[in-house]
Nanobody, 124 residues
C-alpha cells in the first residue's frame, strides 16, 4: 500500500506559477510510475502528466505541454509538478497518482493509488 500526500496548491493570477509536490509513503521500496490528473468542476478527471517508473519517460497532455514540468526525487519519494504560465482553464483539483505499472495509465479508472487532491485556482 502506498499513501500519496499532495501540497502546494493555491490561488494564483493568470500567467503565474505554482509548484505542486506529492510525497509517497508506505511501500515505497518499489518504484512506481507517477503523475498528475486534474478535475475541474462539472468535468471528468483528466490526465495531465506522467513519469515512468524508471523516470526515463515523461508524457504530457497537449493542454499543458510547454508550461508544466514534472520531476522526481527518488531519495525523497517525491514528485513535483512545476506549473508556469497558468491559465484560468487550469483551475481544478489536482490529484497525484501512482501505479505499479511501468507507465501510468492515462485513464484514471486503471490507476492503483491516489492522493487526496489539492486545489489550484487561477484567476483571470
Amino acid at each position: 500500500q502506498v499513501q500519496l500526500v499532495e501540497s502546494g496548491g493555491g490561488l494564483v493570477q493568470a500567467g503565474g506559477s505554482l509548484r505542486l509536490s506529492c510525497a509517497a509513503s508506505g511501500r515505497t521500496n518499489s518504484n512506481y510510475a507517477m503523475g498528475w490528473f486534474r478535475q475541474a468542476p462539472g468535468k471528468n478527471r483528466e490526465f495531465v502528466v506522467s513519469i515512468s517508473r524508471n523516470s526515463g519517460s515523461v508524457y504530457y497532455a497537449d493542454s499543458v505541454k510547454g508550461r508544466f514540468t514534472i520531476s522526481r526525487d527518488g531519495a525523497k519519494n517525491t514528485v513535483y509538478l512545476q506549473m508556469n504560465s497558468l491559465k484560468p482553464e487550469d483551475t481544478a483539483v489536482y490529484y497525484c497518482a501512482a501505479d505499479t505499472s511501468s507507465l501510468l495509465p492515462t485513464e484514471g479508472r486503471y490507476v492503483d493509488y491516489w492522493g487526496q487532491g489539492t486545489q489550484v485556482t487561477v484567476s483571470s
